[in-house]
């Protein structure tokens, strides 16, 4: 069986920008296991290519042709609706926004690893010691 993760769009994000572990996120597009995740992904790396834009680290047209390129990257989309309850619950547990907890719960629905670059999220799970996420430095294929 192939491998299978959760990837959310800080580490999506890092496909088309140039930041800290965008070697290791683009390394995540090569190495193998199928990238999953909630279909809000795609609104949040257009709104983090649109923020990059308009504070001139993109180009129009480099932010337009990863905005055509991203939903080809990820494997499997989840319906973000299918994970709002769960979501829900843990936002008011972690005290965390909704729309990053569809991401734990995406992985924990898959029985998977959530693959991220959010150092709140990260805390907040590990002082529950929920081990769902991984920080993408420690990622190992």
């Known amino acids: 069986m192939t491998k299978r993760i ?3 769009s800080c580490v999506a994000l890092k496909w088309f920008l140039l930041e800290e572990h965008s070697d290791r996120a683009r390394s995540l597009l090569d190495a193998g296991p199928l990238l999953v995740a909630p279909d809000i992904v795609l609104v949040e790396i257009a709104n ?3 923020k990059n834009e ?6 129009t047209v480099l932010a ?12 499997e989309f989840v319906s973000s609706a299918s994970l709002l309850p769960e979501a829900a619950g843990l936002a008011r547990s ?3 926004p909704v729309y990053d907890c569809l991401y734990v719960a995406a992985a924990r629905k ?4 959530l693959v991220t ?3 709140k999220l990260l805390a907040k799970l590990k002082a529950k010691r929920d081990r769902t996420a ?3 430095a420690k990622w190992k294929p």
């Open 54 to 59: 308009r504070l001139g680290r993109v180009p």
């Open 110 to 113: 898959l029985g998977v690893n």
């Open 6 to 8: 959760v990837v959310d």
């Open 64 to 75: 337009m042709e990863s905005l055509a390129a991203a939903p080809g990257l990820i494997d």
């Open 94 to 96: 972690l005290d965390h």
């Open 117 to 119: 670059t959010d150092a």
């Open 134 to 136: 991984i920080n993408l």
């Open 48 to 50: 983090g290519l649109w």
